[in-house]
Structures are given as C-alpha cells and as structure tokens.
C-alpha cells in the first residue's frame, strides 16, 4: 500500500478528533482501516488515550470550595468597606467643591480686601486664589492615583 | 432565596448575560454557586498546569477572588468558564513569571510539571491512567494544555484560542503536533512497562 495513504489516514484520524471530518472521509478512513492493522492499531490507541483522558478522576483536596467561599466571603466585605468609605470620600470632595463655588466671590473679596490692605500686587493675589482652589483638587487627583495603584497591585 | 434560585436557574440555562449582571453585582450567592460548581474542573485544569497540589489550590482561590474583583470584565458574550480559565491561566503565567523573570513563554516550559512527582500519579490507581498521565507528564505544558481543554474540558476549537488568547490557527497546530506527541510518549511508556 503507498505511503501516502497511510499518511492520510493519520492525518485523518487526528483530524477527526481535533476539528471533525466530513462523511465521505469517515467512509474512506473506515474501509482503510479495515484492511490496513497497523493504522488501526494507532487509531485505536488514539481513541483510548482520549478515552483515558476523559476518564481520569481527581481527588479534590478537603472543602476547598468552602474555603474558597470563606475567602471569597472576606474580600467581598472588605470591597464593600473600601465601597463606603470611597464614597465618603468622594462626597466629601463633592460637597468641598461646591461649598468653594458658592463662596468664591466671597474668598475672592477677601483676598483683595487682605491684599490692598498688605499692599500685595494684584497678580500675586490672584496666584494665591488659584491655589486656594488647585490645592484641594491636586489632594484629590492624588488619593485618586494612590487609591488606583493599590487595586492594580492586586 | 430569590436571588439564589434565579442565580442557580440562570447557570443551569447557560443564561451568561445573566452570569454577567450578577458578576456585576458581585452576588455572593451567585459566587458560592459558582465556586461549587467549577471547582472540579478549574482545580483539574490548574493541576494539570502547575504539576503541583498545593500551587493549584492556591491558584485556585486566587481565581476565585479575581472573578469576585473583576467580575465587571465579564461581559457574558463568551462562556463562563472560558474566562474563569483564562483568569487562571494568567495566574499561572504570572506565578511562573515571579518564579523564572527571564523566561516569558515560560508555560511551554516541559520541566514545569516534572519538578515533583506528578500528583496524578499519587492518586492513580488504574494503570492505563498512570500510562496516560506519565505521558502527560512528559509533553510540555502548552500542549498538554491544549488537549485537556479539548478532550477533557470539551471546549470548541474557539473558546480554547479565547482561553489562551491564540488564534485558532495556533490551537489546531498544538492540538495536532500534542496529539502525535501523546501518541509517542504512549507508545514508549507501554514499551517500557
């Protein structure tokens, strides 16, 4: 028999297994097969290794899936925690930013009542407003990125 | 209790948009559910990976909490446990990474699952199996891999390129060349025993 046949029916035979083969290779591969012993050894040997892999049973080490679930359990509530007090947090934040919008006419008087009464020049009072209002927003952006990099780390 | 059968109907019915809301959620009742019902396979799968109990148990519940972080990444399109695995398998990478920083293809590595004695073999009884897994034992880890998703886990073609973020291409390369290699190494135990 020639040597490409054999070949055929190899590929045939992994390829069946893998991704599947059409009837009419079935039909050719199953006459093959009954004519040629030593490409029906290795097909049977190919279907009882599968069949060995799919009949191997583990044992499972002892209540893992409620340790698991314990664990699981821990770093849901320890989530939630973290939920709250980021929420906290950010309403704080909130409620700065808008306590500073509501008031910033007021501040801003203030700054050039303080400033003609010291004698300070208008851009440097001006530079002082602008920190009074980028200061807390850079304290923000920072938490923020501190806060982002510890959940990335796990 | 609601929410625990609609969990437990929606995994029966395969319902993933379901699976994704509550991930979403991260319904704990949900998890628990999950976590019973995947541990054989996923522990299966990461023994097989890691060759060693301990590392696979840890792994395990390492994967678990990931689900629980990342649950929002889910996005119910694909099935469940092709993400849950591929969670896995980046924890595996990422061990092996920790362990061999030089070595990033290190799953390919043969000797990952050699190192101790296989633990399938320790609770083996039949001998065909101990034949199957010393042949196992001896391919490399992404061929081996392949050929439990396929054979084992019963995974299309596509969900185990989704799995090991491949093309398809590439897992029907590895599928057939661990096939012959399974083959092989088959063969040589038999002989040798």
Known sequence: MPDNLHAR???????????????????????????????????????????????????????LAGR??????????EIRSRERSGWLLWGSFGLSWALGIASA?????????????????NLFLKMAFGLWWGVPAAVAAGIWMLEKRRVEER | MATLIMSFSAMMAGD???????????????????????????????????GSRETAEDLFQETWIRVLDRGHQYDGKAKFETWLFAIARHLVIDLQRRKKPESLDSLAAPEMISAEPSPLERFSKRESETNLQESLGRLPAVYREVLLLRFQEDLALEEIAAVLDAPVSTV??????????????????????
């Open chain 1, 9 to 63: 029916a190899r590929s045939l035979i992994s390829r069946e297994l893998v991704e599947g083969i059409e009837a009419t290779e079935r039909e050719w591969l199953e006459r093959h097969l009954e004519t040629c012993a030593e490409c029906a050894v290795l097909a049977g040997a190919t279907k009882r290794a599968i069949g060995s892999l799919r009949a191997i049973s583990i044992p499972l080490p002892p209540d």
């Open chain 1, 68 to 77: 698991t679930q314990f664990r699981v359990y821990l770093r849901s509530r």
């Open chain 1, 105 to 121: 006419p007021l501040v801003w008087r203030g700054f050039e009542w303080l400033g003609h009464l010291a004698g300070v020049p």
């Open chain 2, 16 to 50: 993933t948009k379901a699976l994704a809301a509550g991930l979403r959620r991260r319904d704990p009742e949900l998890l628990d559910l999950l976590i019973e019902q995947y541990q054989y396979r996923l522990f299966r799968y990461l023994l097989y990976l890691t």
């Open chain 2, 172 to 193: 029907k390369s590895r599928l057939y060349r661990g096939l012959e290699m399974l083959r092989q190494e088959m063969g040589e135990v038999g002989r040798a025993g």
